[in-house]
């Protein structure tokens, strides 16, 4: 697989000199973020042929694909065109199955310009979107050619956004690194540096390196994300993704404690973290279970009647634990 190439720059001058002579060598088509443009409006100065675009989860479908690929031909892009994507999570996902389909994959720039997409979801060449079936049902594997990093962003950033960042943030601690979770926990919200998102980014490539296509260890980056996933589309994603994320971690925890003989004190501490950050703990479904069964069975590590759940033994220590849907259903909703 080709590796991600992530570089990270200390304010955006240092950014701009870069893109500058990038954009003049190879970006075809600029797509970014209408609110990032508001913010950094210095960011014109990138390309000529950008498109502003707002998007929000519940519009990261294939109309909105459609619309880039429509753009993408208007503009003649070709093949060994480079695309370039400048916002959050939801903009690269559709931005990036877009470039990964269009003509079988044109090249692929992300700025990532929120703390979630900048420690997750740029990294990894995974481009889903949503159906009515579920979240990320439709997607691709493409690794983009780099990923720009530039942590003067945040400083524009909504603090519920930041907070919904450190989720995804310390999952990769959960997965990896004690001494990541232990940062995270002590780390002003407004303090956020490169070093704790390069920590974070260093865990997730090491993993996607060993098995890019997602048939084991890759798994374990979905810790918290089969429930967040399921709270998202059953709150018709007004519950964001990162706090969905950590009610998932949270009763993922909790089911380690019995299944796997976790300590208490890591769930403990983690949902003392929720609420300082004032995220919720807990979430009441309205779907009915025969609804969220349905929504299960869509799941991708669902297979011959059992979902793969990642389950803690330790910080550091994920395992996958083989899940009667039934069962996961009584333990995480209604137990």
């Given at each position: 697989m080709q590796e991600s190439n992530v570089q990270y720059f200390k304010n955006l001058n240092e950014l701009l000199i870069y893109?500058?002579?990038?954009?003049?060598?190879?970006?075809?088509?600029?797509?970014?973020?209408?609110?990032?443009?508001?913010?950094?409006?210095?960011?014109?100065?990138?390309s000529k042929d950008f498109k502003e675009i707002e998007i929000k989860e519940d519009k990261k479908n294939l109309d909105t694909v459609s619309k880039i690929w429509e753009d993408m031909f208007e503009k003649s892009i070709q093949r060994s065109s480079t695309v370039l994507c400048i916002g959050g999570g939801v903009?690269?996902?559709?931005?990036?199955?877009?470039?990964?389909?269009?003509?079988?994959?044109?090249?692929?720039?992300?700025?990532?310009?929120?703390?979630?997409?900048?420690?997750?979801?740029?990294?990894?060449?995974?481009?889903?979107?949503?159906?009515?079936?579920?979240?990320?049902?439709?997607?691709t594997f493409m690794m983009p050619d780099q990923v720009l990093i530039c942590p003067e962003f945040l400083l524009e950033l909504p603090e519920k956004q930041i907070k919904n960042g450190l989720i995804e943030l310390i999952k990769a601690g959960f997965l990896k690194s004690p001494e990541l979770v232990q940062q995270v926990y002590e780390t002003d919200i407004s303090k956020v540096n490169i070093e704790l998102i390069k920590a974070a980014v260093d865990i997730k490539n090491e993993i996607i390196q060993n098995d890019f296509k997602e048939s084991s260890e890759r798994m374990y980056l979905n810790f918290g994300h089969t429930i967040g996933h399921l709270i998202e589309v059953d709150s018709k994603h007004s519950i964001p993704h990162g706090e969905a994320v950590g009610i998932g971690i949270l009763k993922a925890l909790k089911i380690s404690e019995k299944m796997c003989?976790?300590?208490?004190?890591?769930?403990?501490?983690?949902?003392?973290?929720?609420?300082?950050?004032?995220?919720?703990?807990?979430?009441?479904?309205?779907?009915?279970?025969?609804?969220?069964k349905e929504l299960l069975l869509n799941d991708k590590k669902f297979s011959k009647d059992i979902l793969k759940y990642v389950l803690l033994e330790n910080i550091g220590n994920p395992v996958l634990v083989d899940f009667n849907l039934n069962d996961l259903l009584s333990e995480v909703t209604y137990a």
């Amino acid at each position: 697989m080709q590796e991600s190439n992530v570089q990270y720059f200390k304010n955006l001058n240092e950014l701009l000199i870069y893109c500058d002579k990038l954009t003049e060598d190879k970006i075809s088509r600029t797509y970014i973020d209408k609110k990032v443009l508001v913010k950094f409006p210095q960011l014109k100065q990138l390309s000529k042929d950008f498109k502003e675009i707002e998007i929000k989860e519940d519009k990261k479908n294939l109309d909105t694909v459609s619309k880039i690929w429509e753009d993408m031909f208007e503009k003649s892009i070709q093949r060994s065109s480079t695309v370039l994507c400048i916002g959050g999570g939801v903009l690269s996902d559709a931005v990036g199955f877009a470039s990964s389909t269009y003509k079988r994959g044109t090249g692929l720039v992300i700025i990532p310009t929120t703390l979630l997409s900048m420690v997750d979801a740029a990294h990894g060449g995974k481009n889903g979107i949503n159906t009515t079936h579920g979240k990320n049902q439709i997607g691709t594997f493409m690794m983009p050619d780099q990923v720009l990093i530039c942590p003067e962003f945040l400083l524009e950033l909504p603090e519920k956004q930041i907070k919904n960042g450190l989720i995804e943030l310390i999952k990769a601690g959960f997965l990896k690194s004690p001494e990541l979770v232990q940062q995270v926990y002590e780390t002003d919200i407004s303090k956020v540096n490169i070093e704790l998102i390069k920590a974070a980014v260093d865990i997730k490539n090491e993993i996607i390196q060993n098995d890019f296509k997602e048939s084991s260890e890759r798994m374990y980056l979905n810790f918290g994300h089969t429930i967040g996933h399921l709270i998202e589309v059953d709150s018709k994603h007004s519950i964001p993704h990162g706090e969905a994320v950590g009610i998932g971690i949270l009763k993922a925890l909790k089911i380690s404690e019995k299944m796997c003989n976790l300590d208490k004190n890591i769930s403990e501490h983690f949902e003392n973290f929720l609420k300082k950050l004032d995220l919720n703990v807990d979430y009441k479904f309205s779907s009915n279970r025969e609804q969220l069964k349905e929504l299960l069975l869509n799941d991708k590590k669902f297979s011959k009647d059992i979902l793969k759940y990642v389950l803690l033994e330790n910080i550091g220590n994920p395992v996958l634990v083989d899940f009667n849907l039934n069962d996961l259903l009584s333990e995480v909703t209604y137990a």
